[in-house]
């Protein structure tokens, strides 16, 4: 690892420049994510909080009881939004789910620790409404690409009952890191993000999965195999944090990078898919 060198952090962390065809990806997932809100039944842009952007749209299950899986979008905590990401529903609804996928606010108008509040506030949300979707709050999954993998590991650790007395101790039990970001020293020192995330020594040590107590739950992480080195090592890296009995589950898929591998988790029969339905069943 290389964090004095800004020309290496560029070429680890900067996926659109990895995978040129990114937007091909993005033009694919806006299309899909359309047609999924107007093909399934939903609730959008539902408030959670009071800032314009702490927003969530909720894809109903059929049956009541539901288990319920919460999609936490990526975009470097500095980009991109709910509406991009409808496209996860369909696959995850069709798993029997009923699907919440929120939006935050973006840096730099706020801090990582400050979106990493909102998810929680969020969940806390889905912990209390779930059950008119059909969902079950007691079976709530979290599933994250990118930045939102980060965001999926650190909602194990959350102290619920500080945020919320009502709330479980353990509101959230399972959760899929996809392509996570785990160790956010390398990220803080990125000099393409600096300028929006301006993440602080303090910053790091807070909100970085890795420095923070193994969580009693489970969590899956994954990350394409054609991904950089970094996105790869900082899989691995939760595992060797956490242990291999909170993180039973850490792989790296094969032919997928940082944009393509999200799209595998909507592909019957892909590992990914296989692997966040097997999740999803633990919540039984």
């Known amino acids: 690892m290389k964090l004095n060198d800004p020309v290496w952090l560029e070429q680890m962390y900067n996926n659109r420049a990895l995978v040129p065809a990114f937007p091909e990806h993005a033009e694919r997932w806006l299309r899909d994510s359309a047609q999924a809100r107007v093909q399934m039944r939903c609730a959008l842009d539902l408030r959670y909080g009071l800032s314009g952007r702490e ?23 500095r980009a991109l939004d709910k509406s991009d990401h409808s496209f996860v529903a369909p696959a995850l609804h069709g798993m029997g789910a009923a699907v919440v996928v929120p939006s935050y606010d973006l840096c730099p108008a706020v801090g990582i620790p400050q979106i990493t509040l909102q998810m929680v506030r969020a969940l806390a949300w889905v912990w209390h409404h779930i059950d008119s979707f059909n969902g079950d709050p007691r ?13 999926s590991a650190m909602m194990l ?10 709330l479980p101790p353990d509101l959230v039990r399972r959760a ?9 020293e390398p990220v803080s020192r990125a000099p393409f993000l600096q300028v929006d995330l301006r993440l602080s020594d303090q910053d790091v040590r807070r909100a970085s999965p890795i420095r923070l107590p193994a969580p009693n739950g489970t969590l899956y992480a994954v ?3 054609d991904e950089s080195q970094e996105f790869i090592r900082q899989t691995r890296l939760i ?15 094969p032919g997928l ?17 296989q692997l966040a339905r097997q999740l999803i069943e633990l919540s039984r």
């Open 139 to 151: 079976r709530i999954t979290v599933i994250g690409h990118s930045a939102g993998g980060h965001l």
């Open 239 to 253: 595992e060797q944090a956490w242990g291999p009995k909170v993180v039973p589950v850490c792989e790296t898929l």
């Open 55 to 77: 927003r969530l749209d909720v894809f109903a299950a059929e049956r009541p009881g539901a288990p319920v899986v919460v999609f936490i979008h990526g975009g470097y905590w």
């Open 157 to 166: 650790n959350c102290l619920w009952q500080q945020f919320d007395p009502a």
């Open 223 to 225: 990350a394409g195999a």
């Open 257 to 273: 990078n940082h944009f393509s591998v999200i799209e595998s988790l909507c592909e019957p029969g892909s590992r990914l898919n």
């Open 176 to 184: 899929l890191s996809i392509s996570g970001l785990h160790d956010l």
